[in-house]
């Protein structure tokens, strides 16, 4: 089938040590997005590529960066993490720009910080 | 800016019984898009039913169906005949309706269903 795929499910990393997770998706869409979604809160668009074209939100730190090397993969990098990134991650895509296009979500990563 | 909320944060509903979610919504534009997403435990969120603002009638997917009243902004989901399998935490959320480049979805905090058998 085709999905939306992230890895690893679970990520440690300590204080500070430079983090990356992937996400892959079979659909061949054009849009990939990533989510932060902290405790019992709603998840945070963070940024999205529209094919290679980057799209950040105005209020992403700038510990969080993006790559997408190709249509298929999209990596979240996490700089410097500190105790306030442990959340999960999601990363979703969609066919292609549009008000009704549907966002196709990943199980997410939970990321936790020591 | 737009908000979501979600003033439920859990509900529960015995198995085949109706159950409705709440869900209202702040934005100063005419034109935009809702959403009920369902995460169920440990698994990925999937679109469960989508409602244009321009339509009035009231989107429905079989068991699934929405309340959408524009003028109040109010944007309920009831799920008839309940199943075990809709126990999960369910999302509201909005779209505008914009351009092309604001792609983003708005979430509400969500709420927790529990099927009681």
């Known amino acids: 089938d085709a999905m939306v795929i992230q890895n690893p499910r679970y990520q440690v990393t300590q204080f500070g040590k430079p983090v990356t997770l992937s996400c892959s998706q079979t659909?061949?869409?054009?849009?990939m997005y990533w989510y932060q979604q902290k405790s019992s809160q709603a998840p945070k668009l963070l940024f999205h590529?529209?094919?290679?074209?980057?799209?950040n939100e105005a209020d992403t730190p700038d510990n969080f960066q993006s790559r997408r090397p190709n249509t298929s993969f999209c990596f979240l990098d996490i700089r410097s993490p500190g105790l306030g990134d442990a959340a999960m991650y999601l990363c979703?895509?969609?066919?292609?720009?549009?008000?009704?296009?549907?966002?196709?979500f990943g199980d997410g990563t939970r990321l936790s910080i020591l | 800016a737009q908000t979501v909320t979600q003033s439920q944060p859990e509900m529960s509903v015995q198995e085949a019984e109706t159950v409705t979610l709440s869900c209202t919504y702040d934005?100063?534009?005419?034109?935009?898009?809702l959403f009920w997403y369902k995460q169920p435990p440990s698994r990925q969120m999937i679109l469960v039913i989508r409602?244009?603002?321009?339509?009035?009638q009231n989107a429905t997917e079989n068991r699934f169906s929405v309340n959408f009243q524009k003028a109040a902004k109010s944007f309920s989901l009831k799920i008839s005949d309940s199943q075990l399998g809709d126990a999960a935490m369910y999302f509201c959320?909005?779209?505008?309706?914009?351009?092309?480049?604001?792609?983003?979805?708005?979430f509400g905090t969500g709420t927790r269903l529990t099927i009681i058998p």
């Open positions: 979703a895509t969609s066919r292609d720009r549009g008000r009704s296009q549907p966002q196709h």
């Open positions: 659909l061949n869409h054009n849009v």
């Open positions: 590529y529209y094919d290679k074209d980057f799209n």
């Open positions: 934005t100063s534009e005419s034109d935009y898009y």
């Open positions: 409602q244009e603002a321009y339509k009035q």
């Open positions: 959320a909005y779209r505008s309706g914009g351009n092309f480049g604001n792609e983003k979805l708005t």
